[in-house]
Nanobody, 127 residues
């Protein structure tokens, strides 16, 4: 079983920034496309960004385009989500998912039965 761990959540003021980190108990995270999902209070989880295994392809949901940046560091076996200009609706739990479909055919960001989810990291106070 692959363990996925997100860190970096916390309290932030509107317009502020946070960088979330994702690591996993796999020898080489770079073998997998990785995505970030957001669950706002009272709403369903929503895929917001992903990066291909090679790192040369990314996807952003319209609501975060231009404000969030997903990246990966193979040397550190980690994936990051840099969030800037956070808005009140950005409050919620952010999940890292390993082994997603990222810009595959007609799928911008999707999960499969083999995807591994972290427990999530909370971002609060953006109001």
């Amino acid at each position: 079983q692959v363990q996925v761990v997100e860190t970096g959540g916390g309290s932030v003021q509107p317009g502020g920034s946070l960088t979330l980190s994702c690591t996993a108990s796999v020898a080489t995270l770079a073998y997998y496309a990785v995505g970030w999902f957001h669950k706002a209070p009272g709403k369903e989880r929503d895929g917001i960004a992903c990066i291909s295994a090679s790192g040369d392809s990314t996807y952003y949901e319209d609501v975060v385009e231009g404000r969030f940046t997903i990246s990966r560091d193979s040397a550190k076996n980690a994936v990051y989500l840099q969030m800037t200009n956070l808005k009140p609706e950005g409050t919620g739990v952010y999940y890292c998912v390993v082994d997603v479909l990222c810009r595959r055919g007609t799928v911008s960001l999707g999960t499969t039965a083999s995807s591994y989810w972290g427990q999530g990291t909370q971002v609060t106070g953006a109001s």
